[in-house]
Antibody
Framework: QLQLQESGPGLVRPSETLSLTCSVS??????????WGWIRQPPGKGLEWIGS???????YYNPSLKSRVTVSVDTSKNQFSLKLTSVTAADTAVYFC???????????WGRGALVTVSS | DIQMTQSPSTLSASVGDRVTITCRAS??????LAWYQQKPGKAPKLLLH???NLASGVPSRFSGSGSGTEFTLTISSLQPDDFATYYC??????????FGQGTKLEIK
């Protein structure tokens, strides 16, 4: 059973870069034809898809965030990561790492990591 | 963007009730719709995909129907574990995914 776990700073200053890592256990990123990605949820609000990276390394992003987002995969560490640049308070959210073979809906989720953007 | 609108926003029901949640798309999405259940402080859980296909391990009291722009999630007989927030998500176009705003199912 695939398990995902987010890690990274819980506080980021405005205009800086948010960086999160998702560690994968129970399966290998390089050995599976899965998509590895991120979804976020502002406190008390709904869900927003951020982006995904296929196991080959090709990335796909939400058009509304595309200019600020990078999702990358590190097969040597069996991890994938999220970088979101030039953050503002509007980027404060719980960030979930996700995975699925479909690339379009998500069977596997991490527990979520709250990131607050504040000075 | 395809906008997804769920109704109602909040639903009060009792154990054993049959409940239905509606999700409407701003344009046709064929059958490219998924449903998730989320409990407070937890990650969402996939319930159904392609409108009516149950995800692995999901009880058969959950069912989905619809096509085009109108979809429903039905729980045939509410169990205590079902009180949660439910989200629909469209995936008509690859990498242009959007979610509904959520429906909170409360105990009456």
């Amino acid at each position: 059973q695939l398990q995902l776990q987010e890690s990274g700073p819980g506080l980021v200053r405005p205009s800086e870069t948010l960086s999160l890592t998702c560690s994968v256990s129970g399966g290998s990123i390089s050995g599976s034809s899965y998509y590895w990605g991120w979804i976020r949820q502002p406190p008390g609000k709904g869900l927003e898809w951020i982006g995904s990276n296929y196991f080959t390394g090709k990335a796909y992003y939400n058009p509304s965030l595309k200019s600020r987002v990078t999702v990358s995969v590190d097969t040597s560490k069996n991890q994938f990561s999220l970088k979101l640049t030039s953050v503002t308070a509007a980027d404060t959210a719980v960030y979930f790492c996700t995975s699925d073979g479909s690339g379009s809906f998500w069977n596997y989720w991490g527990r979520g990591a709250l990131v607050t953007v504040s000075s | 963007d395809i906008q997804m609108t769920q109704s109602p926003s909040t639903l009060s029901a009792s154990v054993g009730d049959r409940v239905t949640i509606t999700c409407r798309a701003s344009q046709s999405i064929s059958s490219w719709l998924a449903w998730y259940q989320q409990k407070p402080g937890k990650a969402p859980k996939l319930l159904l995909h392609k409108t009516s296909n149950l995800a692995s391990g999901v009880p058969s009291r959950f069912s989905g129907s619809g096509s085009g722009t109108e979809f429903t999630l039905t729980i045939s007989s509410l169990q205590p574990d079902d009180f949660a927030t439910y989200y629909c998500q469209q995936y008509k176009t690859f990498s242009e995914y959007t979610f509904g705003q959520g429906t909170k199912l409360e105990i009456k």
